[in-house]
């Protein structure tokens, strides 16, 4: 089975659009999380204090350095409040978007992937409806060339988990617990917190069941055309009888 790559870019009315078309060397890497937007915004070229005021404006600026190798900010703002999202109708045509937005000298380009060549050129005719696009590239891969760690967009990804679960599941990781061998055990990572032993435990496992679970349709994905089977997995014995 064949997927469907289409790249391209467009203009309509957006803020971060624009200023990169006030200031063609600027570059503007967005990622669409659930509730805000996450900037990178890079330019070789010493910025102005035209720009700088531009970027303040944009949100909370979480990391901005000036050097010799130019300008960097990282920034985090509220979901753009002008007309509807992009990304919505991506969806409504079975497209999967491949993040991030990249904003360059007045254009936004984007990348989709589709399981129907079809859905593609429907996607493309509705964004032509309302607004300039010029299609880069349209093409068919295999799922081997997917780029796996982009198929996953991070608020799909952890969706349904708590702040608590989250919080469990950083701890464990940056603590070296899924290191191997393991640097810390599930005592000392709850020691570390203001819960019961229990309770920090049953966080975690939590927070790891959602995490795989969400990622199963990923997963399947990346290994539907796989023709060997590295594990040599019994077929006939259902999950039922092997649960205990």
Request: glycine share 2%; hydrophobic share 35%.
């Amino acid at each position: 089975m064949s997927l469907y790559e289409a790249s391209f870019r467009v203009k309509h009315e957006c803020p971060y659009r624009e200023i990169s078309e006030r200031h063609p060397d600027l570059t503007i890497r967005e990622w669409y999380l659930s509730d805000c937007q996450v900037l990178e915004i890079t330019s070789s070229e010493t910025p102005t204090d035209d720009l700088l005021e531009e970027i303040d404006d944009l949100g909370t600026i979480l990391h901005r350095s000036v050097d010799d190798s130019g300008l960097h900010v990282v920034t985090q703002s509220c979901l753009c409040p002008v007309e509807g999202s992009i990304i919505d109708r991506f969806e409504e045509y079975n497209c999967l978007y491949q993040p991030p937005t990249i904003h360059r000298q007045g254009w936004e380009h984007y990348t989709v992937i589709a399981f129907d060549e079809a859905d593609v050129r429907a996607l493309i005719r509705n964004l032509e409806s309302d607004r300039d696009i010029d299609v880069l590239s349209k093409t068919a891969i295999t799922e081997q060339r997917i780029p796996h760690s982009m198929l996953a967009p991070v608020d799909q990804l952890f969706e349904e988990i708590t702040e608590r679960q989250l919080a469990a599941l950083r701890l464990a990781l940056e603590s070296g617990y899924y290191e191997q061998p393991r640097k810390t055990s599930l005592r000392e990572l709850a020691d570390r917190t203001a819960v019961a032993r229990s309770t920090y435990e049953e966080h975690l496992r939590k927070a790891e069941n959602k995490l795989l679970t969400n990622a199963g349709e990923f997963l399947r994905l990346v290994t539907a055309t796989s023709s060997g089977d590295p594990l040599q997995v019994d077929q006939s014995e259902t999950p039922e009888q092997s649960a205990d």
